[in-house]
């Protein structure tokens, strides 16, 4: 595969064409993922079918019943667009303003570790962006990974944290549920698990927001995030244990349609 790594030296590019990949070099695409966050193919032209037969050939993809059928196309895929579909339903985070750093799903019991999101049209201006958690924990200082090491935290969902509310989303927070804020992904590489804004404190302490903006002030700075500038027929795929992702102001939420895929690792590590 024609591999090739952003000046950030860790997003990577990959300019194949998806839908010529065979299941070794899905593999090695997964494994990328796994090592490097977040991979890019330019260029692509896709149906939803070719979609989902490229996710599955690295793992199991999630299922949709009718309570999303608003927003989804087929069982496999959600609609992330401000566009009206034929019932008059925007899509999954349709809204205008900044859909605010988050991981998917981190207080399900089951949440898939990989995203995939596949821009069809009107994306030209948007811009999504990724922190590398992984490099961000390797620059702590020793002192305060030996602080961290055994902290676990609790997640959740509030309406309005991001910027936007959304039917789609009950408030909560899943006390059963506790992430240790240091993780190895599937890959083997070593990094934070944070998502600081569905994240509702630490499990037997009570220093959660004097440690928690210590942290993010860390995450947060420019060396550790790739901002991805979209066009149409990019697709991005990216880790969700060992990075966090954001939205930025769109104006243009009406014309943009992504598709985004939630699926695991499952034919690739075991």
Same mark, same amino acid.
């Given at each position: 595969? @024609? ?23 899905? &593999? ?7 090592? %490097? ?37 087929? @069982? ?55 922190? @590398?958690?992984?490099?961000? +924990? ?10 961290? &090491?055994?902290? &676990? ?10 910027? +936007? ?5 009950? %408030?909560?927070? @899943? ?48 060396? +550790?995030? +790739?901002? /991805? ?29 992504? /598709? ?11």
């Amino acid at each position: 595969m @024609n591999i090739i790594y952003d000046r950030n030296d860790w997003t990577v590019f990959i300019h194949e064409d998806i839908n010529t990949l065979n299941d070794k070099q899905a &593999k090695h695409v997964a494994e990328l993922i796994a090592k %490097n966050l977040v991979v890019v193919f330019k260029e692509q032209i896709l149906t939803p079918e070719q979609e989902v037969a490229f996710c599955s050939k690295i793992g199991t993809v999630k299922t949709y019943g009718k309570k999303l059928e608003d927003i989804s196309i087929g @069982n496999h895929i959600l609609r992330v667009t401000g566009q009206k579909n034929e019932k008059g339903e925007i899509g999954l985070f349709g809204h205008v303003s900044d859909l605010d750093w988050h991981c998917n799903q981190p207080s399900e019991p089951n949440r898939n570790p990989l995203i995939w999101l596949y821009s069809l049209t009107g994306s030209k201006g948007s811009i999504t962006s990724w922190i @590398n958690m992984i490099r961000a +924990y390797d620059d702590l200082p020793n002192y305060l990974k030996e602080e961290i &090491k055994d902290i &676990k935290i609790r997640c959740g969902w509030v309406n309005g944290k991001f910027g +936007y509310n959304d039917k789609h989303f009950t %408030n909560h927070v @899943n006390t059963e549920i506790k992430h240790s804020i240091v993780q190895t992904n599937h890959g083997g590489k070593t990094g934070l698990f944070f998502p600081f804004l569905q994240t509702f404190g630490f499990v037997d302490r009570l220093d959660f927001k004097s440690l928690s903006e210590k942290l993010i002030k860390h995450i947060t700075q420019e060396q +550790y995030i +790739y901002h /991805h500038y979209w066009d149409d027929g990019d697709v991005v795929i990216s880790d969700q244990w060992l990075s966090l992702h954001k939205r930025w102001r769109f104006e243009d939420m009406d014309k943009r349609i992504l /598709h985004r895929i939630s699926f695991d690792y499952t034919k690739v590590y075991s």
